[in-house]
């Protein structure tokens, strides 16, 4: 299904790119880029000719040379734009249209090439995003940190850079900083009952882009999302490594017990085997379901971090779907979203996927992700941010930035990880280079400096097994060469020339799944309103199938105390997004306690809530409220609190409120408040919600300010509460 606002350009088989890679020339269906020579580069993108020619001093730069003179423009072009990113602080700007550091953006440009290239500029951008001893998480739904919660993506590329540097000073000096943030994060994000950490999918810090309408910022950091699983099990795991080196023994055995747990997580709760990749995302309120999209950042890094096992490995990227013009955020699409991350491919994702492609020996794999990499910046002679899915073009994006840090540093790493395929194994540099066939040849990279070592690379031939290997003349016994090296040195590299067995990949051509449903419940009919593009509707019951029908309606018991959600479902078998939950028969199961009652003052001033007012919690005010429930009935029940926060923007900004919930001293759990709304304090929503059981009775709970609950502004932790409901659940 194309999306309706956008017209049909291509026929009624969809878009057919012809993309070949020449010895001076990339050719695509309607456009044509020509390398005269490495430092410049023709482009006739839209039949509007435009031109690249070097202008900056890029000589203390490692060169690079091969048989495709484009590529090796491009690696010129992006040496360029790393200059160009360069603030005078010595930090990395994050591109054309994006001033200063962003965590996010400078680690992933980091752990692709940018650690290598510039290790000094990248330990100063790293120091950038650091606060109060934490690391910073400086951009997200509803004010950041807890509903994004990427933030220690920081530490993949901290780690990186001490492999690169083995700087020991480096490494003391992260070390705290990882540590207390992560001892920070297991309060605040790691969800018990499932093992996972909650928050907004890492990068994908655009909520309707990737998540359904009606999923609010406190719903989003309910979600339990691939790539941010990733990530912490990743961060966790490099701690552990980082303790053992400082010999800190106890802790390192914490963390590598804590990454364990995530990893069997991610494997038992979002792996999905009828499909063979993993899905997006836990989603929902009381009861989690699935979303069974395609998400290619979290897909690439679970194979590259051996989350997934060497047979699901090689599924991944064979079974995740690519379209014709690269592999997109999401798949499938979601309707009616204009492209930035929804219908969007991203260079930088791209360059994660064909270092996981290539980590499995997928050819067929790689080379389409080379392509994809390589047309875009030769088009458009430049590395941009993103670019459309279904049209390959940049143009239609909602936002869009010229030379993107992280597209920049995707493009060289392409050289320095994917070709030559450098790595680090303790004190040994490791050459695992993967070459397709199409991009065969001499390949050179000389004036590589890492740690006290210049090496002159030298490989020809293509695929990834080494048939000879040598340093300075002297054939070595394993492709590695010692970090204690000093001064200049030749190492040579001969390929096989073999491309071993044939590789397969999920091409798909670009389509939407069916839009959410709006279902609504009157009396006992639970209804919603029938989609043309929807074959029919599953109906789901506290988060388990229930019934499938072609109506657009269901009748329910009229004594059901149970949550209902609606799935349209697409011809080719694609799903929606679940329907807000609905909770049928609410008054049976819900007690409401107004707050203003055990806190004060009491509040007014706003309007919209329901009592005689509410109260205030914030740095100064009600830093620890007490309050009591009777429970009537023993049973496990959700938790959850009416407020406004109006210190911010819904999508953007540092100051979400993080509270601790104790049952008398016990910690159970934290809530958040994110923004509603710019100065929009009389807009009142629900929090998340806290599930545990309750035994009939009274009870006491305090909602506490803790060290743990700094939030990324470190002022204002500030939100105005209404009351606190308890819903016991079926």
Known sequence: MKPKSDPNRFSEHGPKPVFQ??????????????????????????????????????????TFKSEQI????????????VILNTEADQTFRTGEKWEGVWTRD??????LGLGILEPEMSKNSLRRKVKSGRIVQDTGTGGAYPVSSDRVVW??????????????????????????????????????????????????????????RWMQPADIFESLALGTNAVHHQANKLLALIAAELEDHAPAQEYARHAAKIKTAINTHLWMEDKGYYGQYLYGRTHKLLSPRAEALGEALCVLFDIADHDKQNQVVAQTPVTPFGIPCIFPQIPGIPPYHNDGVWPFVQAFWSLAAAKVGNEDALTESLDAIYRAAALF????????????????????????????????????????????????????PSVPKKYTGKKQLQGLKIRNVVLDLEMEGFGRQIQTISLDGQLLDKPQIPLTLEGQHHVKISLTNHSGPLSKINKQEVFFSPDTPKAKLHANTLVWEGQDDAKGYKVLKNGKFYLQTEKSQVAISGKDHAVYQVIAISDREEESYASAPILA????????????????????????????????????????????????QTGDYAMHFVYSNGNGPINTGNSCAIRALYREDVFIGTFVFPHRGMEIWDEWGESNSIQLPLEKGLHHFTLSLEAFCENMNGTINQAMLDCVRVVRLA
């Not at 484009?70 to 734009?81: G, P, Q, R, T, V």
């Open 70 to 81: 484009l590529i090796d423009a491009l690696y010129n072009l992006s040496l360029e734009e």
């Open 381 to 432: 002679l430049t590395n941009k941010e993103n670019f459309v899915v279904h049209s390959g073009e940049h143009a239609g994006t909602q936002i869009n930035s010229d030379r993107q840090l992280w597209s920049v540093a995707g493009n060289l790493g392409m050289v320095f990880k994917v070709f030559f395929g450098l790595g680090f194994e303790k004190d040994y540099l490791t050459f695992s």
């Open 155 to 212: 530490a993949l590329a901290a780690y990186e850079i001490y492999q690169v540097t083995g700087d020991r000073d480096w490494l003391e000096e992260i070390y705290p900083v990882i540590k207390d943030s992560v001892k920070d994060d297991l309060k605040n994000v790691h969800d018990p009952k499932t093992g996972l950490v909650k928050g907004e999918s890492s990068f994908l810090d655009w909520r309707e882009q990737t998540y359904p």
């Open 106 to 111: 400078v680690s992933y440009g980091i752990m």
């Open 585 to 632: 028969n609410a008054a049976e199961g819900m007690g409401v306690v107004q707050l203003e009652k055990f806190a004060g003052p009491v509040l007014s001033a706003y309007s919209g809530y329901r009592g005689e007012g509410y109260v205030e919690i914030s740095k100064t005010v009600n830093k620890a409220l007490s309050f009591t429930l009777s429970i009537p």
């Open 21 to 62: 890679v020449k010895a001076d020339r990339v050719e695509q269906e309607g456009f044509v880029a020509m390398a005269n020579s490495p430092t410049e580069i023709v482009s006739n993108q839209n039949r509007q000719k435009a031109k690249w020619t070097l202008r900056s001093d890029i000589s203390h730069y490692p």
